[in-house]
């Protein structure tokens, strides 16, 4: 990632986990985010409260959020600390958008891009990465379903476990 090439703790997985935290606290649905060279612009639905007894539910609106190096940067330390402290036996799990960014950014990880771009609609991920090689640069689509995200999350925990073991015999 251009913004935070040289610091080993930020890389997709922890960024998206963290933009993905803010979502679920926001409330944010059927999101886009792309990456701009100094952040990422996020894009989505929210429901914007009523100011009538008719309109109690609410409508829904498109909002466009720009987050910037020290937006996320801001975003990764309160995760950070949230994750630090253990959580009391009635603290939920995470929320939807932070488990599933985070698998999604652990497999761009593993791609290593140098842009993304992605969509969501109905727990359903298009994303086009920049990717290098020796024969060049471009862009690859990849699809993932909310039921691979689903498999993604459910077998992440035994995938860091696994990671962690392999870096600590090293």
């Known amino acids: 990632m251009r913004i935070y090439e040289g610091s080993p703790r930020q890389d997709f997985e922890e960024v ?6 803010y979502l679920d606290r926001r409330g944010m649905r059927e999101v886009l985010l792309a990456e701009a060279p ?17 309109d109690t539910m609410g409508q829904q609106v ?4 720009t987050f910037l190096d020290d937006d996320i940067a801001r ?13 009391p036996p009635t603290t939920t799990r995470p929320g939807y958008y932070e488990q599933a960014l985070r698998v999604l950014g ?10 993304v771009f992605f969509f969501e609609q109905d727990g359903n991920f298009v994303l086009r990465m920049l990717t ?18 689903e498999r993604m999350i459910s077998e992440g925990p035994a995938k860091r476990q696994r990671d962690a073991a392999a870096r600590s015999t090293r």
Do not use: N
């Not at 998206?16 to 935290?21: L, N, P, T, V, W």
């Not at 498109?62 to 959020?65: P, V």
């Not at 020796?134 to 691979?148: I, P, V």
């Open 106 to 115: 652990r497999y761009m990880d593993e791609q290593k891009p140098r842009d």
């Open 132 to 149: 290098s090689s020796q024969a060049g640069s471009r862009h690859q689509l990849f699809e993932f379903t909310s039921e691979d995200v």
């Open 75 to 87: 975003f990764m330390d309160e995760a950070i600390a949230r994750r630090g402290h253990r959580p």
């Open 62 to 65: 498109k909002e466009t959020l």
């Open 16 to 21: 998206f986990r963290s933009i993905g935290a």
């Open 38 to 54: 100094d952040g990422f612009i996020v894009q989505g639905l929210v429901l914007v409260g009523s100011g009538t007894w008719s």
